[in-house]
C-alpha cells in the first residue's frame, strides 16, 4: 500500500541516525587507538553530535515550513553523506570532529522532519503506527550498528564502520525523491488539489471531503506560521510544555547511559559481560523486539496508557538495579542487575522511547507544528548531551547505586506529569487534540495568565 510505502521512506531517516548513534561507541575503540586520544579528545568527538543535533532540529523547523516537509529530509540526508563521506576520509582528529558535527546536523534536521512528515501524511486511525515505526527503524540503526562494529572490531577498521552509514542516507534520499510532500504542507501553501489528490490516494475518495475540510479547520484559525521565539506566547504553550518535557524525560531516565554502562555493570557484578558490543547485541534486539510490539499496539492500547506503564516499569527497574548494585558482589547481585537492565529497555521501547516522538509530532496545532517539534527535539538532543557529559562524573560523585535512583526520580515526575497532563491522542484529528488541549489547559492556562 502507497502509505506505508511512504511511511517506510521517510523512517529510514531514524535508521540512518540510529546508526550514526550506535556506530561511535565501537568506532572509539579503534579511533582512540589509532589517534591516541585522551578522554577529553573522546568526550568532544562522542558529544558533537548532539551538539549539532540540537541546531538541526531547530533549523528543521524552518526549512520544514518554508521548503516543506520532504525536502527538509532530502537536505538532511543530503548533509549525511557529505558529513559521513567526510568522516571516513578524515585525515586527522579535527576533520574527524567536523564530520560527526556536519553528521550531528543531519540528525537534527532529519530527526524533527521524520516524524513531522510521518504524522501529517498519515489518516487519525494509523497515525501511531506511522509514526512509531521511526523508532522502530532509529533501534534497528543501533542493533545493526552493534553488529557492524563487531564484524569490524578486530580489524579496528572504523572508517569501514562510518562507511556502512551511506548506504541507509543514500536509501533515504532515493526514497524520498518518490515519495510525495504532505497535505497538511500542500493544503496551508495554496496547493489545494494537490493535497485533496494525495488524501484521496491514503484515504480513499470517500474521506476525502471531511479529511480536507479537518485540515481548514487548523487552518481557518491560523494566521501564520509561528517562529520558535513566539511559540511560549501562543496557544501553542500547553502543547510547547508537553513536548519538551516528554523530550527531557525520554533522555533524563538515563536510557543511552544505561545501554552503554550495562557491559561495565555485568563486569562488576560478576556476570561475565562476554565481550561489551557482544552484550549491546543483545540489548539491542531486546530494544527493537519490544519496539515492534508498541507499533503495533499504539493505535489500539492508545498513547496514556502505553506511556504510563512504560514509565512505572521503568522507575520499578531503576530502582531495583540501583539496590542491586548497593549489594555485596555476588551471583544473586549479578542475577538482579540483568534482569533489571532488560526490564528496563523493555519498559523504555513499550512507550516513552517511540511514544515521546510520537506525541512531539501530534501535539502541535498547524500553526506551530514545525516549530514546536524542532524546539521539542532540539531539548531531545540537549538533554542526551547532559546526560553524556554528567553521567559518569555523577557516578564517581555519588555512586551507581545512587545515580540510577535519580533516574528513577525522573520516572516518577515523568509519571505524575502524563497522568495528569497529556491527553489521549489516539485516533483523534489535529483539530480535535487541539481542542482538548485547550480544555484541559484553558482554565490553568487562564489562570496564570491573570495572576501574572
Ligand atoms: C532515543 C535515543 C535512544 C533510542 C534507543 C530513541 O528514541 O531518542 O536516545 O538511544 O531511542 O532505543
Redesign the pocket.
Known amino acids: 500500500m502507497r502509505l506505508y510505502r511512504w511511511g517506510i521512506s521517510a523512517a529510514l531517516g531514524g535508521l540512518v541516525f ?1 546508526y550514526q ?2 556506530v561511535i561507541s565501537g568506532a572509539l575503540l579503534s579511533i582512540r587507538r589509532e589517534l591516541g586520544l585522551s578522554a577529553v579528545a573522546q568526550g568532544v568527538l562522542v558529544s558533537a553530535l548532539p551538539l549539532a543535533a540540537m541546531a538541526g532540529s531547530l533549523l528543521a523547523g524552518r526549512l520544514a515550513d518554508a521548503l516543506g516537509r520532504r525536502p527538509t529530509l532530502m537536505i538532511g540526508a543530503g548533509v549525511f553523506l557529505v558529513g559521513t563521506g567526510l568522516s571516513v576520509l578524515a585525515p586527522g582528529y579535527a576533520v574527524l570532529v567536523a564530520s560527526r558535527a556536519i553528521v550531528g546536523l543531519a540528525v537534527g534536521l532529519v ?1 524533527s522532519a521524520v516524524p513531522l512528515y510521518l504524522s501529517e501524511i498519515a489518516p487519525p486511525a494509523v497515525r501511531g503506527r506511522l509514526v512509531t515505526l521511526q ?1 522502530l527503524a ?2 534497528l540503526g ?1 542493533l545493526v550498528s552493534s553488529c557492524v562494529d563487531l564484524a569490524f572490531a578486530s580489524a579496528g577498521s572504523w572508517r569501514a564502520m562510518f562507511a556502512v552509514g551511506l548506504l541507509p542516507a543514500g536509501a533515504l534520499l532515493v526514497a524520498m525523491l518518490r515519495a510525495p510532500e504532505t497535505p497538511a504542507w500542500l493544503d496551508a501553501h495554496g496547493r489545494d488539489d494537490e493535497a485533496r489528490e494525495l488524501l484521496r490516494l491514503v484515504a480513499g475518495e470517500d474521506e476525502v471531503e471531511r479529511l480536507l475540510a479537518e485540515l481548514r479547520r487548523t487552518h481557518e484559525q491560523r494566521t501564520r506560521q509561528l517562529g520558535v521565539r513566539e511559540l511560549p506566547r501562543s496557544d501553542a504553550r500547553p502543547a510547547l510544555v508537553i513536548g519538551v518535557t516528554l523530550a527531557a524525560v ?2 533524563l531516565c538515563g ?2 547511559a544505561i ?1 552503554a554502562y550495562a557491559p561495565t555493570i555485568m563486569e562488576r557484578t560478576g556476570l561475565s559481560a562476554a565481550g561489551s558490543i557482544r552484550s549491546a547485541v543483545a540489548i ?1 534486539a531486546l ?1 527493537v523486539a519490544v ?1 515492534v510490539v508498541s507499533v503495533r499496539l499504539v493505535d489500539r492500547l492508545g498513547r496514556r496508557p502505553m506511556l504510563l506503564v512504560s514509565l512505572a516499569g521503568m522507575l520499578v527497574s531503576l530502582t531495583l538495579l540501583g539496590f542491586a548494585l548497593e549489594m555485596a558482589p555476588g551471583p544473586s547481585q549479578g542475577w538482579l542487575a540483568l534482569a533489571a537492565i532488560l526490564a528496563f ?1 523493555a519498559s ?2 513499550a512507550g ?3 511514544i ?2 510520537l506525541l512531539i509530532a501530534e501535539i502541535f496545532p498547524a500553526q506551530a507544528r514545525a516549530a514546536g517539534a524542532g524546539v521539542s527535539t532540539a531539548t ?1 538532543w540537549l538533554t ?1 548531551f547532559a546526560v553524556g557529559l554528567a553521567f559518569l562524573p555523577v557516578v564517581a560523585a555519588i555512586g551507581a547505586g545512587p545515580t540510577f535512583w535519580v533516574f528513577a526520580v525522573v520516572c516518577a515526575l515523568g509519571l505524575a506529569f502524563v497522568a495528569r497532563y497529556v491527553p489521549e491522542t489516539k485516533g483523534r484529528s489535529f483539530s480535535e487534540i487541539d481542542a482538548e488541549l485547550r480544555e484541559r489547559w484553558g482554565q490553568r492556562a487562564g489562570a496564570v495568565l491573570r495572576a501574572s
Open positions: 540510529g548513534l550506535g530527526s523508532q532509529i533501534t543501533i525520554q533522555q536510557i543511552n545501554v539491542g530494544n519496539t529497555v523504555f521501547a516513552i522511547g517511540p515521546a516522538w531531545l542526551n
